[in-house]
């Protein structure tokens, strides 16, 4: 299957500050990128959608200004947790779906960033 | 009711033995159906993808979609203890809808 790179695997950051985690893809070009959450032993919450060159589309009760997120070029995207806080310690997730071609429809995931907020 | 009903498990199996996971759902808009197994700590990763209705097999897995019933199966035959770990369904409609997904079933298979 397609390969999505996202980095970093984990991360601990102090109240307050902001965390950026990337999402690649590495070969194919991502049209949609999508960013999910996870808690322990629950399943995948998406949290928001976006499409590169666009503003990201967001969930119901997830908060865009805390979660932004940026999809720049067709093989990147990034979201970033501004003002973190223990509630925001999750396994977040992003997967990558391409218009044609390699990737198309299917949506690959990549490893996961388990981020821990003290 | 939520959108996507999987049970959680945990499922036990001896190994060998043919495992039987599904999900059903409720929402008729869904047309892309997959099948994910995610190790603890790690991401999802694909195992099975099937547009609207039918079977689709690859190698030991089968995946089964029933859109009339609204219920998809993945078998899994000759069971290995490497195969332990949760099983998510996944859905969506057309266009570039995001993952709906079920909670996952926790399988464990016995040497």
């Known amino acids: 299957g397609a390969v999505v790179s996202q980095h970093p695997s984990w991360v601990i950051c102090k109240s307050g500050t902001s965390v950026k985690i990337e999402c690649r893809s590495l070969?194919?070009?991502?049209?949609?990128m999508f960013w999910y959450r996870q808690f322990p032993k629950q399943s995948l919450m998406l949290m928001a959608t976006?499409?590169?060159?666009?503003?990201?589309?967001?969930e119901q009760g997830v908060e865009k200004d805390k979660f932004l997120i940026n999809h720049a070029s067709l093989t990147l995207s990034t979201l970033t947790v501004t003002s973190a806080h223990p509630e925001d310690s999750s396994f977040y997730i992003c997967s990558a779906s391409g218009g044609g071609g390699r990737g198309s429809g299917e949506a690959f995931f990549g490893q996961g960033t388990r981020l821990t907020v003290v | 009711q939520k959108e996507v009903e999987q049970d959680p498990g945990p499922l036990s199996v001896p190994e060998g033995a043919i495992v039987s996971l599904n999900c059903t759902y409720s929402?008729?808009?869904?047309?892309?159906f997959m099948w994910y197994r995610q190790y603890s700590r790690k991401g999802p990763e694909l195992l099975m993808y099937?547009?609207?209705?039918g079977n689709k097999e690859d190698g030991r897995f089968t995946a089964q979609v029933d859109k009339s019933s609204k219920y998809i199966s993945l078998f899994i035959r000759d069971s290995q203890p490497s195969d332990s770990a949760t099983y998510l369904c996944a859905m969506r409609g057309g266009g570039a809808d995001g993952l709906t997904f079920g909670k996952g079933t926790h399988l464990i298979i016995q040497p």
């Open positions: 070969d194919f070009q991502a049209t949609t």
């Open positions: 099937t547009y609207s209705s």
């Open positions: 976006s499409n590169e060159g666009s503003k990201a589309t967001y």
């Open positions: 929402n008729s808009a869904f047309q892309y």
